[in-house]
């Protein structure tokens, strides 16, 4: 088994880089394990208490289960995977069932953070996209998926997205063992990478 940690801001094309890495190999040979499954349970906290969390800080999410899972998928364990409302601001009762795979991918802003995760990773990427690059993306998906206005998601970027990213996201890119600018647009960094992948999975073929 290989287990891969994809890291990156909010809007750098990580999702991008995962969906092409799974279309590249053999089909139902990858199971994606998304950091944003892994928000703390806040079942005991008001609504107000809820919207006042902030979720771009690494005390917002739950690393003990996440350790816990993945060591269980590299045992050979399924694993049930939480679920996470962002309407909500916490965890939906319904799980997502995981059998383990060939390679494991987690991938999410603070992967990287955790070393206890990073220590169990076969192998370590940063997705790196420039900032305004990034914002912009996040007023499209925002708006669209999330039902904020481009203003709220302006304000956010600069009072809390920011801010975060430079104190605890950029500073992981240092424990990556590949960085790949421009997220899912670098498709020629994207194939070298696919390659290495299938020389570190055994009976892998990547599709060309």
Known sequence: MTIIGIAGGTGSGKTTVVRKIVQALPPHYV??????????DTTDLTDEERKAINFDHPDAFD????VKQINMLRRGEAIEQPTYSYI??????????????????????MTLFNK???????????VDTDSDERLIRNIQRDVVERGRTVDM???????????MHEQFIEP???YADLII???GENLKGISILCKYIEGLVPGAKIKD
């Open 88 to 109: 909500l601001s916490n965890r939906l009762k319904e799980t997502v069932h995981v059998e383990p795979k060939p390679v494991i991918i987690i991938e999410g802003i």
């Open 181 to 183: 600018p421009q997220g």
């Open 172 to 174: 992981t890119k240092k």
């Open 153 to 163: 998601v302006i304000n956010r970027y600069l009072d809390v997205l920011k801010p």
């Open 31 to 40: 199971a994606v394990v998304p950091l944003d499954s892994y928000y703390n």
């Open 63 to 66: 690393w003990k289960l996440l």
């Open 116 to 126: 206890k995760l990073r220590d169990i990773m076969d192998l370590k990427l940063f």
